[in-house]
């Protein structure tokens, strides 16, 4: 259903929003420099986009040791592919659309990174190597050849007051992942999950 208040182009989008400013344009490179590739070094959490053959988009979180991206040049990155849940959404989704789109987060840091760039899926032995944790190996690793990369300010987080723990709401707010999974499925109870769930985490992040 269509609406009279939905814009339809690039130019009624423009009636509504001024043009960005010369240093939001200019700020974005085609590289990772030195403090992209320092802000890399000290992240434990990248978002990554990514869109299927269907044309509809996913994002899924990644996240590890400050460090765990590897910045291979300033044109390059790799993500290891550590254990999950085997749905194989976002590395199906870049063999149909090798195109992606990442976000960097720092606890504490209120600005982003925000690379882009074209993906492929590699296996190669030396790549996964460096990878490696506790003598775990992850089976592949998206290596990301970089299109442009810029710091996004920090209005975001500080209208969410993200990273202040006073303004968190207690894990009381929700009920456990194994509840909430038991009423949305069926075959096991909330026990049986959490208790599932619990064991994956100790025994199976890497």
């Known amino acids: 259903m269509t609406s009279s208040h939905s814009i339809g182009s690039c130019q009624e989008l423009r009636g509504v929003y001024a043009e960005p400013g010369e240093l939001a344009v200019r700020k974005e490179i085609d590289r990772l420099d030195h403090y992209c590739r320092e ?31 590897q910045v291979l040049d300033e044109h390059t990155l790799a993500i290891p592919d550590r254990p999950g849940n085997n749905r194989l959404d976002t590395i199906q989704n870049l063999l149909a659309r090798p195109q992606i789109g990442l976000l960097f987060m720092i606890p504490g840091f209120d600005e982003t990174l925000r690379v882009r760039g074209h993906c492929r899926i590699s296996t190669e032995a030396a790549l996964l190597e460096r990878a490696e944790v506790d003598g775990k190996r992850p089976r592949s690793a998206l290596v990301v050849a ?21 303004t968190w709401p207690a894990r009381t707010a929700m009920p456990s992942f194994g509840k909430i999974l038991a009423a949305q499925i069926s075959g096991e109870s909330a026990d049986q999950l959490d208790e599932r769930i619990a064991d994956s985490y100790r025994t199976r992040l890497y």
């Open 146 to 166: 970089v299109k442009s990369a810029f710091y996004h300010c920090g209005k975001a987080m500080k209208r969410s007051r993200l990273w202040q723990p006073d």
């Open 39 to 69: 802000f890399i070094r000290l992240a434990p959490f990248v978002v990554l986009g990514t869109a299927g053959d269907d044309g509809f988009c996913d994002v899924s979180p990644r996240g590890d040791r400050p460090g765990f991206v």
